[in-house]
């Protein structure tokens, strides 16, 4: 996969994405990129929110991406209403980042060779209950299914067999055939993309895998999607104890730890690599990232916002040939 261009939906307007783009612009960094980096979003209020915080950046405004140039500013313009620079998160913006992703999907619908990133978005009032995040967004608007959230770093991925599902429901969603789909798309992204065979670890749900109950999850579901892994030659072990698995000793010996829900993996992942990584959707007809972390709106105007996750996205992007 040739990747030429790159399309940055800005997302949430009162966040701290601008700041985070605005380092990235201002580095040495994109003078070397050669992709053709097409912003979707208000013009108005990136370059109020460039100017108040004192980076001077040119705009390219572009009526078609066609137009689009390397290493220049282009932004296709998305009317929004409300310009205030730095104010609280509200669905005030609901309609004007609905209409960015409608604008970058068709783009990429019709166009090849296109990477996805989008800015974060606040899941209370831009997704309204409606979606668990921005991968089920995403796939119900492209109909894709069994996508799976991968979140990179160079060194160990971390990949969470259910995404914002509130914790009591977890258990409920758990199935052999999750577990399996999402080792597939995993072994299929690192050798399609990254020419590298993973090693794979599998975290068991209970503590220190064991229960009370009669039957575990561990020897229902988790062991056998694990033995028929295993049978099919993919390479893998489990499951662990979540709560010693991510000593160093440990982790050292894989590159992606596949857990049953968000912070089982998360928590321990972001403690040890921070901002230094990013959130794919695999399964997608197309490359899609996100920064690995939120609005930030506390942090909106301080210009203090880490912009570490931008750069591994562009790093990323630019690896792949």
Known sequence: MKLNKIIIILGEPQSTFSEILFKYFNSKEFSKNKKKIILIGSINLFQKQMKKLKFNLNLKSIENISEAK??????????????????KISSNSTKYISNCFRLGLNLIKNNKNIALINGPISKKHFLKKKYLGV?????????????????????????????HLPLKYVAKYIT???????????????????????????????????????????????IPAINFLKKINLNIDGPFSADTFFLKKNIK?????????????????????????????????????????????????????????????????????
Do not use: W
Not at 189 to 200: G, M, R, V
């Open 70 to 87: 390397i290493n220049e500013l282009n932004i296709l313009n998305v009317n929004y209403s409300n310009q205030k620079i730095f104010s």
């Open 135 to 163: 991968t089920e967004y995403i796939s119900k608007k492209t109909m894709s299914i069994n996508q799976v959230m991968l979140i990179y770093n160079d060194k160990l991925s971390v990949s969470p067999l259910t995404t």
């Open 176 to 222: 052999k055939e999750k577990i399996v789909n999402n080792v597939k798309q995993v072994k299929n992204f690192y050798e399609n993309l990254l020419d590298k065979k993973p090693k794979i670890a599998i975290l068991g749900l209970n503590p220190h895998c064991e229960t009370i109950d009669k039957i575990s999850e561990e020897k229902k579901i988790i």
């Open 253 to 321: 010996k894989y590159d992606v730890v596949v857990g049953m829900y968000h912070d089982q993996v998360l928590t321990p992942f972001k403690t040890l690599y921070g901002f230094n990584a990013i959130n794919i959707t695999l399964g997608l007809p197309f490359i899609r990232i996100s920064p690995d972390h939120g609005p930030n709106n506390k942090m909106m105007g301080k210009n203090n916002s880490d912009p570490s996750s931008i750069f591994c996205a562009m790093r990323f992007i630019n690896k792949i040939r």
